[in-house]
């Protein structure tokens, strides 16, 4: 069976992870979870990238070496942290075990064999923090303490001039092919504004890339000289290959690669937009589907990121939210690809009126009228009227509309407004309806009117909770359970898309409990 593969990049063990890190990857794992809703078969990879001079540096900064370095971290920090977010990867790659030192090695050498790969000198700035030479034109002047000093845009921090003679790709012959492709599938790069800045920066003409460094030895050994290791970005590029089989297990690469999507953070899109795909080429390789870069995460205007210490831990935010708040909120509040700022203010305000008044109330009202009025038995309903038939009408409308935004358009906030504006919907329809003054009406008709209110509310949280599984999985579980659907219909789990809009599907008799709050209420502030 094809796989629908999704991947984030694989992150590097230089620190523990911040909110950045975790935007990215809660996205990516929505994006994995919604396809799966939709009974395709995920391949959801992500990992840690392990080499280069960064790690080295910090690991010596540390007294330790970089191998317990990276050990260290990725055990105690980033596989904890993915855990607690609920992060359902099927694959975790580090580009320092064989399964990938092998076949990065192998995928060179195919390239120096076949005469796409030579041997030069170069002299230039490189910022060791993105592991990337700079061209001139892209540095910052410094100021303060770093006055008269040229600057890395990304990191702040001043680029040091190295010169070595190492091993080159032909990228420079890769341009009109690049561009050729750009223009053939205009959603290759998105968003539009991260493709626009790609294709500017390719017409412009690229350089050739070097490869290989030679000042220090942390890193996969260019096989046919030892003196050389292998560019980290190259060697960390290729895991999206080598994590699914690439020269190893033939049948599951060709089920799996390439990616269908790509998702990056928007300061390493030149590497999976520019570089990433010309090496497929060369190689003779398909390239991926998309490249999805979100923006950055600001916190005081300022790029999220331990460098310039706006970095925060997502810990801060699950102890006081939740971790389905937390998956919620960044999706919810940005607009993904594109730049959007974090407030404790913000996070709260709409953690208060969405989730905890919108939704949450809607789900304690319901069950605790079930509870109330029918003993906690789900009543059959009579035949619709014309309210029932506008939010059944509105159910398939916001079913389409969320998958569409979510599962193919990657507007994971589209889909999640969609969502919420039918939660809104039926707290109105239970407004208008008002089930607790027909409650005493003790008249068959009365009786009945009430049951067709409940069963039709309780009905469009079961929708609800399909819809939100992706994103909220504790949240939606929990609901699930409380309308008795986790019996009556089976696992969570086992729900598809397609049958999130049909109604009628909780039978009537399902035992209904009202359970704690799906979202308590915050009781102290945050810092």
Known sequence: MTSYYVTTPIYYVNDAPHLGHAYTTVAADVLARWHRLRGEHVWFLTGTDEHGQKILRTAEANRVGPQQWADRLVTESWQPLWDHLHITNDDFIRTTQRRHTDRVQEFVQDLYDKGDIYKGGYEGPYCVGCEEFKLPGELIDGEGKFAGQKLCP??????????????????????????????????????????????????????????????????????????????????????????????????????????????????????????????????GLPLPGRIAANGWLLVGGEKMSKSNLTGIRPRDLTSHFGVDAYRWYFLRAIAFGQDGSFSWEDFTARYTSELANDYGNLASRVTAMVARYFDGVLPAPTTPGPAEET?????????????????????????????????????????????????????????????????????????????????????????????????????????????????????????????????????????
Do not use: C
């Not at 599984?469 to 089976?490: F, R, V």
């Open 154 to 283: 990304i990191h702040r921090t001043p680029v040091e001039i190295l010169s070595e003679e190492n091993y080159f790709f032909k990228l420079s012959e890769y341009g009109d092919r690049l561009l050729a492709h750009y223009e053939a599938h205009p959603d290759f790069i998105q968003p539009e504004s991260a493709r626009n800045e790609v294709v500017k920066f390719v017409r412009a003409g690229l350089q050739d890339l070097s490869i290989s460094r030679s000042t220090f030895d942390w890193g996969v050994p260019v096989p046919w000289d030892a003196a050389h290791v292998i560019y980290v970005w190259v060697d960390a590029l290729l895991n999206y290959a080598t994590a699914v089989g690439y020269n190893e297990n033939p049948e599951k690469f060709e089920d799996t690669f390439p990616a269908d999507v790509h998702i990056i953070g928007r300061d390493i899109l030149r590497f999976h937009a520019v570089i990433w795909p010309a090496m497929l080429m060369a190689q």
């Open 391 to 527: 939010l059944h009408a509105t159910l398939a409308t916001t079913v389409t509309e969320a998958d569409r935004r979510i599962g193919d358009e990657l507007d994971f906030q589209g889909g999640i407004l969609a969502i919420f504006d039918f939660i809104r919907q039926v707290n109105g329809y239970l407004t208008e309806q008002e089930p607790w003054k027909v409650a005493k009406d003790d008249s068959p008709e009365g009786k009945a009117r009430l049951s067709t209110i409940l069963y039709t509310a309780a009905e469009s949280l079961l929708a609800v909770a399909v819809l939100l599984n992706p994103i909220m999985p504790d949240t939606s579980q929990k609901l699930w359970t409380s309308l008795g659907a986790e019996t009556s219909i089976g696992p969570l789990s086992d729900q598809r898309i397609g049958e999130a809009g049909e109604w009628g599907r909780l039978p009537a008799g399902s035992s209904v409990t009202k359970g704690p709050a799906l979202f308590p209420r915050l009781e102290e502030p945050g810092p």
